[in-house]
Every structure is written in C-alpha cells, then in structure tokens.
C-alpha cells in the first residue's frame, strides 16, 4: 500500500478550504515515514455557490470533481471514492473541525495494526471544543450503536476515517446524506470489520454548521437502529421484548404480594397496571419471537449462518430460539392448569373477586406459550430452508464422489442363464 487518497467533500466552503488544503498536503513526509510514498488529494465541490472551485482549482497537486447540483455529503464522499487511485482511503471536513495531521496516526494503525477502518474519536479524552447538545447526542449515538452492535465504540459519527479500498464492498450501499458516517459505523461492526478508535481534538467549524441537531440526531437514530435491523434483528427486538416482559413481570410480582397481603381489589392504577402487564407480556414475547424469526430471513438473504446470542455469548449451551418449542408448551400447559383449578374453585364456591388474577394469569400464559410454540415451528421451517442450498451441495458432491469411484473400479459383469 503506497497511495493514500484523501477526499474532502465540500459544500460552500471558501472560507476554509485553501487552509484545509494546505495541512492536508503538509503532512505527506509523515506519510513517507510509515510506508505511504503517494498522496493524492482529491476536493469534490458538491454544488458549491460561492468561490470554492476557484479556490480549489489553483492548487495544482489537488484533483477537482464537481458536482453540477447538491447531491449530498455522502454522494460527495462515493463520488471522491470512484474517482481515487489510493490503496487506502481517507476522508475529513472541509470546515477545519478535523485535524489532518492526525491522518498519518490512523494510517499506521490500519497498515501496522490490521485495522479495516480507523476513526478519529472526538470522544476519547483529546481536546475538544464540541458543543454540550451534540457531544450528548454522541454519546447517545455511540452507546446504542455499542448496544445493539455488541462492540464499544465511543464516536459512531466521526468524519474523519482511514480505511481499506476492499473494505467498502462491505460497507455499500451508503447514504448520500450527512447520515453517512453512523450508517458506515453500524454496517462496519456487523460487517465485523477490524476497527480501531484513534483519539483526535476537535474545533467548531469554520462559519456556519450545516448540522441540524434535531433533524440530523433523529436521522442518525434511525439509521443506527434500520442498519442493525438488516443486520441483527433479535439484537434490536429481542432487548425490546426482553424490557417489556421484564415491566410485566415486575407487575405480576406486585400483584401476587398484594393478593398474598389480603388485598382483592383494586383502584384505577391497579387496573391499569393489570391491563399494561398483559399487554406488555404478549407483545413483549411476540417482538422477541419475531426477532429471531427475523435473524433466519436475514440469514436467507445473505446467505450467512444465523446469528446467536442476544447478550454476545448464548445463555443456553444452544441457541435460544430452539428452547422457543418445549418453552412454549410447558408455559401453555401451566396456563392451561391455572384455568383448570381457577375453574374448579370458582365452581365449589370461590368468589370472582378471589380468582380473576389466576384466571388473567391463566390467559396470559397460555397466549405466551402459544407464540413461542407457533414461533419455534416457523423457524425450523426457515432454518430448513437457509440450510437447503448447503445440504444440496454437499448431497450432489457426495454423489460425484460415488460415481466417479464406480467409473474408477466398475462392478464385475454378471450374466444370467
């Protein structure tokens, strides 16, 4: 790897692109150092309406790309990297908020290190002068990616990356819009593309940030968690599932001491709680099923094994999902008990006010139970089906192997009469 390409997309920038130009440039004898002998600078203006181009275009070791019409800073970024030459890919503001001089230390630890991707993390302690609003959005970008992708990362929407070439067949499709860089992020971790987190400070912006706080922050939100989807679903449903049986349950528990104490009745809080935990129970347990459905169709599509564990190692020493049957039918068969025994107590005298709970809890388990046994039939099906192609190949390679052994050695002749 000799050429490192850099890419600055740039969008009404003339205030801050010559000096963005000049330090990118400054830094190539440090890039000697570490093995990179060519630097090829490349400035895609995409629609720029002030004196960006013209500036741009004096500089002769620089490569100009324009686009004609705003498109995007991620299409300014694609449209960078299939014009570039360079072995290792590198892009970084046009505004001055990013140092490029850190650029040769995230290239030493892709070329030294093995790293797919390197980002510069404006959230590892360097100095920074981020904004309170989007240092918290950060945070909370990077914690969700962190969950969801089981991978700490603390700065999921850096602009400033260093990465392989052959990386980016991993990582397209991309977005065209400033959503970018957490979708490169979530597709990267579950991708399980080697990546490192390189510290690096951070300055506010030179004029006037395009980044809208609100609209932005809600559009990366939904990219993080729509890319795992694709990816994970049972990572994203399943703690969903998972929150919403665990609320249900601590309402049971209360209402189980509340009966235990001798309290029969209850006021309009507890009715709705009663109402909430039933609801909470069912869809909890069917998003969750529904998730690990969802991991065998994303399974066909890519045609990868299925992905296991929800918390990063499994609970039982087999997947989860395959527990779903014999979970399922022991949960109805304990519901179905409870309905049976409220039934026969209410009909040697008990009073309703005595045995609704049981009989809720009777309907409550039995629906659970049926989901999960209706669930655990569905993927069987679909784990049947991602393994068909598989166990073809194998079948018909098994056969040629039997053939070619009787072509080899053919059976003595026999003859009748």
């Known amino acids: 790897m000799n050429t490192l390409s850099v890419v600055i997309p740039a969008l009404n920038e003339e205030d801050g692109i010559r000096d963005i130009i000049r330090r990118v440039l400054s830094i190539e004898p440090r890039l000697h150092q570490i093995g990179i002998h060519n630097l090829e600078l490349i400035v895609v203006d995409d629609g ?12 002769r070791q620089v490569r100009l790309v324009q686009h004609p019409t705003n498109q995007g800073y991620g299409a300014a970024l694609k449209t960078g990297f299939y014009q570039s030459t360079g072995e290792l890919l590198a892009f970084l503001d ?39 609003v989007r240092r918290v959005g950060n945070k909370l970008f990077a914690g969700l990616l962190s969950l969801v992708g089981n991978t700490h990362i603390t700065d999921s929407s850096s602009g400033m990356r260093v990465l392989r070439r052959d990386a980016l067949a991993y990582l397209y499709p991309l977005p065209d819009g400033l959503h970018f860089t957490p979708t490169m992020s979530t597709r990267a971790v579950h991708e399980q593309l080697t990546m490192v987190e390189v510290p690096i400070p951070y300055k ?21 968690i729509w890319t795992a989807l694709g990816y994970n679903p049972v990572r994203v449903l399943g703690l969903l599932g998972i929150g919403a049986m665990a609320i249900a349950g601590a309402v049971g528990v209360g209402l189980v001491i509340a009966r235990a104490r001798g309290i029969t009745s209850l006021g309009q809080w507890g009715v709705f709680g009663v109402f909430a935990a039933l609801v909470l129970a069912v869809s ?29 190692k499994p609970i039982f020493t087999r997947p989860l999902d395959r527990h779903f049957g014999w979970m399922g039918l022991l949960t109805g068969l304990v519901g179905l008990a409870v309905g049976v025994a409220s039934l026969v107590l209410g009909l040697n005298g008990w009073p309703v006010s005595r045995l609704w709970l049981y009989q809720l809890g009777s309907a409550l388990l039995i629906l659970v139970g049926a ?9 069987r099906v679909l784990e049947e089906l991602s393994q068909r192609e598989t166990l073809t190949t194998r079948d018909q390679a098994g056969n040629g192997q039997v053939l070619h052994s009787l072509r080899s050695n053919p059976p003595p002749e026999t003859y009748v009469g």
């Open 284 to 312: 909890g347990a069917s998003v969750f099923a529904l998730g690990a459905m969802f991991n065998y169709l994303v399974s066909l599509f890519h045609k990868r094994p299925v992905r296991q564990g929800l918390f990063g």
């Open 48 to 59: 720029s309406q002030d004196r960006t181009s013209e500036i741009v275009s004096r500089f």
């Open 371 to 379: 989901q999960l046994a209706i669930s655990w039939v569905i993927m």
């Open 94 to 132: 046009a505004d001055g908020t990013y140092p490029p001089e850190y650029l040769p230390n995230l290239c030493r630890e892709v070329l030294e290190k093995g790293a797919d991707l390197a980002i510069g993390s404006r959230m590892l302690g360097a100095e920074s002068q981020m904004p309170r």
């Open 204 to 224: 506010e912006r030179v004029g006037r940030s395009k980044l809208s706080a609100l609209r932005d922050g809600a559009r990366f939100l939904r990219t993080i």
